[in-house]
T-cell receptor, first 111, second 116 residues
Framework: GENVEQHPSTLSVQEGDSAVIKCTYSDSASNYFPWYKQELGKRPQLIIDIRSNVGEKKDQRIAVTLNKTAKHFSLHITETQPEDSAVYFC??????????FGTGTRLLVSP | DTEVTQTPKHLVMGMTNKKSLKCEQH?????MYWYKQKAKKPPELMFVYSYEKLSINESVPSRFSPECPNSSLLNLHLHALQPEDSALYLC???????????????FGDGTRLSIL
């Protein structure tokens, strides 16, 4: 089955810096890759997703890149703000299989 | 505003109690999910309902019993739970299963369950 590894487990940046979180997946047939943000005590919230027929997708300060050959995808957050502080989960899915989550990255943005 | 509504938000129950968690969505989604999330861990899939039929059961103990009465509602019946079952229980939904392109899963706020 699919296995998703996520790094780093914690990431501390200064406000205004960029943050990058990386995930690798094992199943080359996986074709859907969402990213979720989860604030303390809150629900996981979908922030961006990408499908395997696309190499990059941007939404304001957030972007995701996908390298199918290397089987990895990354979340890029530019101009970070304190409200970006949260746990971020990547995930991968193939067809009708279940969504497999990474282990999460705790992002702390200091003012 | 969350479009997937879960009740109750918090639940404390003894190991001999019977209780139910409820999830509701009015987005016309036909796939609904139950996840369990322990602290500092990712969500862990328990069950998937597709067109009101159970399609995935991730070998969940029988003390957890899901039910999908209609396309908008999903219940999780709890009986004789163990202390290790204490966790955040999340419901999610996504639009028409079986479509060529995967559709995003949207989560509710969850029910925080504590077993005494």
């Amino acid at each position: 089955g699919e296995n998703v590894e996520q790094h780093p487990s914690t990431l501390s940046v200064q406000e205004g810096d960029s943050a990058v979180i990386k995930c690798t997946y094992s199943d080359s047939a996986s074709n859907y890759f969402p990213w979720y943000k989860q604030e303390l005590g809150k629900r996981p919230q979908l922030i961006i997703d990408i499908r395997s027929n696309v190499g990059e997708k941007k939404d304001q300060r957030i972007a995701v890149t996908l390298n199918k050959t290397a089987k990895h995808f990354s979340l890029h957050i530019t101009e970070t703000q304190p409200e970006d502080s949260a746990v971020y989960f990547c995930a991968a899915k193939r067809g009708f299989q279940k969504l497999v989550f990474g282990t999460g990255t705790r992002l702390l943005v200091s003012p | 505003d969350t479009e997937v509504t879960q009740t109750p938000k918090h639940l404390v129950m003894g190991m001999t109690n019977k209780k139910s968690l409820k999830c509701e969505q009015h987005m016309g989604h036909r796939a609904m999910y139950w996840y369990k999330q322990k602290a500092k861990k990712p969500p862990e899939l328990m069950f998937v309902y597709s067109y009101e039929k159970l399609s995935i059961n991730e070998s969940v103990p029988s003390r957890f019993s899901p039910e999908c009465p209609n396309s908008s509602l999903l219940n999780l019946h709890l009986h004789a739970l163990q202390p290790e079952d204490s966790a955040l229980y999340l419901c999610a939904s996504s639009s028409t299963p079986g479509r060529k392109e995967d559709q995003p899963q949207h989560f509710g706020d969850g029910t925080r369950l504590s077993i005494l």
